[in-house]
């Protein structure tokens, strides 16, 4: 009910075009992403907020990566359409689409087949953060927000826009939680 609840005021905020004013100081674009953090902070910093990430499944955790495919195959999209730079893209700076593609692999051999070691998982997890830091930075710092430092000539403007505002404000949340609980997890299974 939090996501779904997020996912409408995310919309009904990006239809209104609140995120397109970007001369604001703080600008309004980290409304897309602070609550997500704090909410997140939250689950990590509380004993019922940990409770419930123990509860998650780290198997279903990981192969939601998947949908980094169709985020980067749109991201790409988006760049062809002048509504991200190219950095955004795989044929940039965004190595992302690795962390969907191989996502499955770790799925099926690390948690079907069980002949991937915990070691190997909790790998994969810190470079696909990386992967997703990569991308969050650079996609930020492309924004036509006050701070902006890349892209002047096409920057970062999708994400001011529905249905892509739940780029930041739902997906790099989601997947960045699927990374943070699975390792939670997989530490605490030393």
């Known amino acids: 009910m939090i996501l779904l609840t997020w996912?409408?005021?995310?919309?009904?905020?990006?239809?209104?075009?609140?995120?397109?004013?970007?001369?604001?100081?703080?600008?309004?674009?980290?409304?897309?992403?602070?609550?997500?953090?704090?909410?997140?902070?939250?689950?990590?910093?509380?004993?019922?907020?940990?409770?419930?990430?123990?509860?998650?499944?780290?198997?279903?955790?990981?192969?939601?990566?998947?949908?980094?495919?169709?985020?980067?195959?749109?991201?790409?999209?988006?760049?062809?359409?002048?509504?991200?730079?190219?950095?955004?893209?795989?044929?940039?700076?965004?190595?992302?689409?690795?962390?969907?593609?191989?996502?499955?692999?770790?799925?099926?051999?690390?948690?079907?087949?069980?002949?991937?070691?915990r070691k190997y998982i909790l790998i994969w997890n810190f470079i696909c953060l990386i992967l997703l830091f990569n991308i969050v930075v650079n996609a930020m710092l492309s924004a036509p927000i006050p701070f902006q430092q890349f892209a002047f000539d096409q920057p970062n403007i999708a994400v001011l826009y529905f249905p892509f505002n739940w780029l930041p404000s739902c997906l790099v949340p989601l997947v960045l939680l699927s990374h943070l609980a699975t390792i939670r997890r997989l530490l605490k299974q030393r």
Request: cysteine-free.
């Open 7 to 117: 996912l409408a005021v995310q919309a009904i905020i990006g239809v209104s075009g609140f995120y397109t004013v970007t001369d604001t100081i703080p600008p309004r674009f980290l409304l897309l992403i602070l609550p997500p953090f704090i909410f997140i902070t939250g689950l990590f910093i509380t004993t019922k907020g940990r409770q419930y990430l123990d509860s998650l499944d780290a198997k279903y955790l990981t192969i939601l990566h998947t949908v980094r495919i169709s985020v980067e195959i749109t991201l790409y999209w988006l760049f062809v359409n002048k509504s991200v730079p190219e950095l955004m893209t795989f044929e940039g700076r965004n190595y992302d689409i690795l962390s969907g593609l191989t996502a499955p692999i770790i799925y099926y051999f690390g948690y079907i087949k069980k002949k991937m070691s």
